[in-house]
């Protein structure tokens, strides 16, 4: 837990680098992905589509990307030479509409290092993955146990893995 901790922080240091060549705006992508193995065959193939659909969306428009890994999964860093709120705008596009949105996790920074937040774009909380719910009130309240999140999320990845192979 805490070597996961320790590369978001360096994930973290690396997004301000790339914010202050002040080249565009900093987005970063990776899978939302529950426990503490986030290097799992299923993560890696959700990474793998979410790229996929960044590259869809961003298409002639990143000036530079770095990708990492480690103890917090693959993770993807990229400038994109849009204002931050259209990268926004665009990411919760994919976010929302991607089959494998609800566990796609992407952050657009401003000039200052901090994460734009959903709220400001009149986007509705994310919902639980398992039952609906606010997400927010599932993981405060502890509604479901780990292996069930992980169960749900595996198995749309495999839904969408071979819907999407075929
Ligand atoms: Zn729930």
Known sequence: MIKI???REKRYEETLKLISLDLG???CAKINYPGNDKNTEYA???FS????AIYKEFKGLIKL????SGYDGDSMLLIIGLSDTEVKKRSIKIE???PLGRI????IYNKD???LSRGEFNIKERKCIVCGNSARECIVKKRHSLKEVLTKVNNMIKEYGDSYDK
């Not at 796609?104 to 952050?107: I, Q, R, S, W």
């Open 49 to 52: 589509m979410l790229k996929k």
């Open 44 to 46: 890696k193939k959700a």
């Open 104 to 107: 796609f996790d992407v952050d």
């Open 113 to 115: 290092g901090v994460p």
């Open 65 to 68: 990307e770095k990708n990492l």
């Open 5 to 7: 901790l320790e590369d």
């Open 96 to 98: 929302t509409e991607h």
């Open 25 to 27: 705006t900093v987005l």
